[in-house]
C-alpha cells in the first residue's frame, strides 16, 4: 500500500524534485528504442579511452561556476 503524501508537508526541493519528474514523464524518452550506429560506439569508445581528454566532476563544477 503507497503512503500518501501532501504537498504541503513536502519542502520545496521535494516539490521540485517531484514537478521535474511528473514534466519529463509526459513526453517520454525521445531516444527510447533507437539504437546507437556503430561508428558513433567506436568514435565513443575511442574518446573515453583517452584519459588525457578527461576532466573531473570538480573540475567541471569550478568550470561553470
Known amino acids: ?3 500518501t503524501t501532501n504537498v504541503k508537508d513536502l519542502s520545496v ?3 521540485e524534485l517531484l514537478i521535474e519528474q511528473k514534466v519529463l514523464e509526459i513526453p517520454g524518452d525521445p ?3 533507437l539504437e546507437l550506429k556503430e561508428e558513433f560506439k567506436a ?3 575511442q574518446r573515453l579511452s583517452d584519459r588525457s ?3 573531473s566532476h570538480e573540475e567541471v563544477l569550478e568550470r561553470i561556476g
Open 1 to 3: 500500500m503507497r503512503e
Open 13 to 15: 526541493d521535494e516539490l
Open 31 to 33: 531516444d527510447s528504442g
Open 43 to 45: 568514435e565513443l569508445i
Open 53 to 55: 581528454k578527461r576532466i
